[in-house]
């Protein structure tokens, strides 16, 4: 007797747990949909705005330094060399900016049983993704059509460069998910301790020609190493042996782990602040 109740309650248990799969999912794409439409309008134009947008500021600053930049470090072309640089930089970005404001973004929303931060965070990841992969897509495609770049372009580094920026973007925009709605104050430090990225992540130089001891400290700096695996991956002479991707994928799944942790502890506190 005492199997079959158990039987019987897992039998009943079993489709709640599929009834809140399945509101997870709706929800998600729920949210997704109220992105696309409050950020760029309630038109497929609106989204389309969303992806000519970065292609058209990172063309315009491509074409900007091209001009004072003739001679790249490495390669013939400077317009495919900042870009292999500034795609995955404005990624990482766009991404981990968007993920940081999920709470206050969804925080009406979140009143409701219905919509958990889970779905709020898992809704701007998969959104802002597919967005910066045409935007990477269109950038590199234009570019190499029009412009004698004399490179080699491999998908699959290409591809793991993209995945190492989504990787340290998550990270960084869950920790500061929490941090952010913790700590008001939070958003204003770090606005001014990222300003420098710009400038120490490999968008105008080489890592190998960074003089010691700077190298060193440039090291842990997760965006040299996406940066220099996309460089990797279209100058096939380029070697860049520094580049470590267990370095940040250890990062950024760090991260993720601790910033999910403080979200599940303390989300509630934070809804009600």
């Known amino acids: 007797m005492p199997s079959t109740s ?4 897992e039998d009943l248990l079993r489709p709640v747990h599929k009834q809140r799969s399945f509101a997870s999912v ?3 794409g729920a949210l997704i949909l109220r992105e696309m439409s ?3 309008g309630r038109t497929a134009h609106g989204y389309l705005w969303a992806v000519a947008e970065p292609v058209g500021g990172i063309i315009l600053l491509t074409m900007i330094f091209s001009v ?3 001679s790249p470090p490495i390669g013939t072309n400077f317009a495919i060399f900042y870009a292999t640089g500034l795609v995955p930089f404005m990624a990482y970005m766009s991404i981990s900016g968007k993920v940081a404001m999920s709470i206050q973004y969804s925080k009406a929303l979140l009143a409701y049983p219905a919509v958990t931060f889970m779905d709020a965070l898992l809704a701007r990841i998969i959104f802002n993704s ?3 992969i045409l935007v990477a897509y269109l950038i590199f495609t234009g570019v190499y059509l029009t412009q004698e770049t004399r490179t080699d372009p491999q998908i699959t580094g290409i591809a793991l460069s993209m995945l190492m920026a989504f990787t340290t973007a998550v990270g960084i925009g869950v920790i500061n998910c929490f941090l952010f709605a913790a700590f ?3 958003q204003f430090v770090w606005s001014i301790l990222t300003r420098p990225l710009f400038l120490i992540s490999g968008l105008f130089f080489i890592f190998d020609n960074v003089p010691q001891p700077f190298q060193d400290y440039l ?3 997760p965006l040299i190493h996406v940066v220099g695996q996309m460089r990797k991956s279209f100058y096939p002479s380029y070697v860049g042996d520094y580049v470590s991707p267990i370095y940040v994928f250890g990062l950024g799944l760090t991260l ?3 910033g999910l942790a403080l979200l599940i502890r303390y989300h509630r506190d934070l809804l009600h602040s």
């Open 6 to 9: 158990t039987s019987a309650q």
């Open 26 to 28: 709706r929800a998600i």
């Open 68 to 70: 004072g930049f003739r």
């Open 130 to 132: 597919v967005t910066q």
């Open 184 to 186: 008001a104050w939070w």
């Open 256 to 258: 993720i782990a601790l």
């Open 38 to 40: 409050t950020t760029n």
């Open 219 to 221: 090291w842990f700096n």
